[in-house]
């Protein structure tokens, strides 16, 4: 049974000069332009990043133990979700203070077994004003999971959506977003770790990335975004072509092969 009993990290500051270099960089990954003085939403991934040192780390890549981290053994670590509220945009040259705490934990029973779910805040300040907020879900495992990965799936799903945006993204890809965002889970990058102890049937597409995707419909067709949120539904992995959808309604999803909805996602 999980038991995070008397698990009650305290909130943690982190303050950055943001700097134009790792947008720069993302937009490549994109094949787009850099957008400019104003992070996109979501953009902010890239900066207030962690950095372990390699003896830190677990067998997995993440680290063996971090303020919000869960004591739990043997943990298996997934991107469920999360919300974003903007107040106003992160800017290239702004100096921003991340104030990140623990908002909520709740044990929940699964098709494998018990999960918990831990629900992070940061709060985003500039000149001592609230400019942002975000929530991301994270959902762990407890214990050895791993199956016997099914069949990835490869026809290109068909989609219908006033905004469409179709990719597949190959290891290469995911090589370079795991280093714009220092992920060291080797879910990305190690095809046999991936299989064979975590049970996937490939390279995992990372959860952040598939939402920047999502974002990036509205973004393309020149409408702002002030609040956002998503939910992973489950793993796209490398190769499979697969499609954000969106509407100026405010929906947005990717599609995966066999009539998979991997995201959803609403923004306003």
Not at 13 to 18: D, F, I, P
Not at 55 to 77: K, N, Q, S
């Amino acid at each position: 049974m999980i038991d995070i009993a008397g698990w009650a990290p305290e909130p943690q500051e982190t303050s950055e000069v943001l700097g134009a270099g790792p947008a720069a960089a993302l937009a490549g990954v994109l094949d787009v332009e850099p957008p400019g003085e104003e992070l996109p939403p979501l953009w902010h991934w890239l900066h207030f990043l962690e950095r372990p040192a390699q003896r830190e780390l677990g067998p997995d890549g993440h680290p063996r133990e971090g303020r919000f981290l869960p004591p739990i053994p043997e943990r298996r670590r997934m991107f469920a979700g999360g919300r974003f509220r903007i107040h106003e945009p992160l800017r290239v040259g702004d100096a921003v203070t991340r104030r990140t705490e623990l908002a909520s934990t709740a044990v929940k029973q699964g098709r494998t077994g018990e999960m918990l779910f831990v629900t992070v805040r940061h709060t985003f300040v500039r000149d001592g004003a609230e400019i942002a907020v975000e929530e991301q879900d994270l959902v762990y495992r407890s214990g050895d999971t791993a199956s016997r990965p099914e069949r990835a799936a490869f026809e290109a799903p068909d989609v219908d959506a006033p905004w469409t945006l179709r990719t597949a993204a190959d290891p290469v890809m995911l090589f370079r977003f795991s280093a714009l965002t220092y992920n060291a889970h080797r879910i990305h990058y190690d095809e046999a770790y991936a299989t064979e102890v975590e049970g996937h049937a490939g390279l995992v597409v990372h959860g952040p990335l598939l939402a920047i995707l999502c974002l990036e419909l509205p973004r393309r067709a020149g409408l702002k975004v002030r609040e956002l949120s998503f939910r992973a539904r489950r793993p796209v992995y490398a190769r499979q072509p697969f499609v954000a959808a969106g509407s100026p309604d405010g929906t947005l999803s990717i599609h995966a092969p066999g009539d998979a909805t991997a995201m959803t996602a609403t923004f306003a």
